[in-house]
């Protein structure tokens, strides 16, 4: 057992993510980077990050993240065909001990497209 909990979160209002990113154990980035179809948010330095000019509130960085969301530069992919209704959403997480998969510890969440789906 780590002492950071997995968070994984999926939804599609820009509030829910705010809401969701206030779950992290961090509540400023200092970059980010889009890498596998991801936003990731980077809480100290890595090769792949891009800084941003000072470091932002993570209600800023949801901002940013939903104007990547909603950009032609990001793939939702196909949505699976089902019995019911689909609109395009995301999810955000971390991994155990607050990690983000293929990149490591200086990562602290990533948010990536998901179709969200109701049946009737």
């Not at 820009?14 to 206030?22: E, I, P, T, Y």
């Not at 992290?24 to 889009?34: F, L």
């Not at 065909?81 to 490591?104: F, L, Q, V």
């Not at 948010?111 to 969200?116: E, G, H, M, R, V």
């Amino acid at each position: 057992m780590s002492d950071t909990a997995i968070l994984k979160v999926d939804g599609k209002s820009l509030n829910r993510l705010k809401l969701v990113m206030s779950l992290a154990s961090r509540q400023t980035a200092k970059g980010y980077c889009v890498d596998d179809n991801r936003f990731i948010l980077f809480w100290t330095n890595h090769e792949k990050m891009i800084p941003f000019p000072t470091e932002l509130s993570l209600d800023q960085c949801a901002e940013m993240a939903m104007t990547w969301l909603d950009s032609k530069e990001c793939d939702h992919g196909n949505c699976m065909d089902h019995d019911g209704d689909s609109e395009k959403g995301w999810i955000c997480y971390h991994d155990e001990w607050g990690y983000i998969d293929g990149i490591g510890w200086q990562a602290f969440l990533a948010i990536k497209p998901f179709w969200q789906h109701y049946g009737k």
